[in-house]
């Protein structure tokens, strides 16, 4: 509990809202089963969990793992990619994604994004960084293969492995050394941490942010980034635990990215233009990368009304304190369409009140429907609690206040190492 009284709570909350701009950002409040915590690693327990809906077919979620003694919190930006979805494809990028084989570079994950959009013609809704890579020269560790064409042979020995989307638009992980002759598009990984369900003991305890990706037996995609180097808002994971987490979110095939400072989580929400940095880069910036995997749609806006998005699946409010609520059209696939003419209701006013779209609380304490009505049908609806237990505000400010300080701290070691010629992971 805060050693805050409620008045300053409030004011300290008032203030880090204003301070905080947070952005509007399509999401699901705590959402139970978004990962097995049964499976995770010892004494690895879930603290927080919401969701978002970046495209159909591609679900983000945010999970924050902590243990018993609550020294070890780690917060991880997932989504996961039905490739059932037509529409859903996942590509290789590389440096301005032209596929030049020998024009090797380093560029940030937003500037690959941009040049696979304008070179390669796609719809990017996801991405994440990829292998590791020569830091001078940005040449790729190992394979890279893009649009069926090899533009890097691997490096490294069979204990490591590459992920491939095969030319069916399939999934898998294979060790090197087996077949490419059948894949569109892959890089490689860092280490194989999972194969047929099974962890593959790797011998690494040290602790960084992580990046990886998996397959689910139902052939599910699984992307995560594990911030980390920023104590104790996000201390980063072993491979160990990343390996373990990833099962409990279903993987059964695991495969370990580059990480460190090039562990880049984006997404594109629905609704919403631009794919943006999701996570917190260690450095306190995106460090350039070598390769990357990104996820395309090529589904298009149909302009007809599906469903609403609200700014969160569920608010939290102080008694007698005011919530904006924001809310936008959707089609199917998630693009923007045009609301139909209606209001929101409270569903029982003992709660408190609406004037336009701002939430007034009453002093009693609970939870309440918010409903989006058109022609006296509940379309669409959105619960409010009203609580004094609220601090999610104060804790997002001290958070972001030490994630700053971690930040700046990464980010003199990063110029020490560049001056150096020492920069690593």
Known sequence: MSKFSKPMKKSIAVILSVLLLLPFMLSGAFAANLIDEALLYPDGIVTEEKYYTVTKGVTEK??????????????????EVDLKNKDLSIIAGYNKCDG????????????????????????????VNGDGYNTRTGEPAGLLIMDGKVLHNSGRDLQNGFFAILNDGTAVIRRHGERTDDVKEAISGMYRLVENG????????????????????????????????????????????????????????????????????MTQREALSGTVIRNNPCYGFARPIATS??????????????????????????????????????????????????????????????????????????????????????????????????????????????????????????VIRKINGLLIA
Do not use: W
């Open 293 to 414: 995997l990104m996820v395309c749609t090529s589904a298009k806006p149909t302009n007809e009304f599906d469903h609403i998005a609200f700014s969160e699946t569920e608010y939290t409010v102080y008694p007698l304190d005011a919530i904006a609520i924001n809310y936008v059209g959707c089609d199917e696939n998630g693009f923007k369409a045009n609301l139909p003419k209606g209001r929101l209701v409270v569903e029982d006013e003992s709660y408190g009140t609406l004037k336009g779209s701002i939430f007034f609380a009453k002093e009693k304490e609970g939870t309440v429907n918010l409903n989006y009505v058109v022609n006296g049908e509940v379309i669409d609806s959105v619960p409010v609690t009203v609580t004094n237990e609220a601090d999610s505000l104060i804790d997002k400010g001290v958070n972001s206040l030490l994630r700053i300080i971690g930040n700046i701290i990464e980010m003199f070691k990063f």
């Open 198 to 265: 099974v962890y593959l003991n790797i011998s690494d305890n040290a602790v960084h942010p992580r990046t990886a990706v998996g397959i689910k037996e139902d052939g599910t995609v699984v992307f995560m980034v594990s911030d980390g180097r920023q104590s104790p808002d996000s201390c980063g994971m072993t491979l160990q635990e990343q390996a373990y987490t990833m099962m409990a979110l279903g993987c059964v095939d695991v495969l370990s990215l580059d990480g460190g400072g090039s562990s880049t989580f």
């Open 100 to 127: 030049n084989p020998s024009d090797y570079g380093m560029l940030t994950l937003p500037e690959q994004v941009n040049f696979a959009e304008a070179n390669r013609g796609v719809n990017v809704v996801a991405a």
């Open 62 to 79: 945010y999970v924050v793992l902590n243990n018993t003694s609550e020294d070890n919190q780690i917060k991880n930006y997932i989504y």
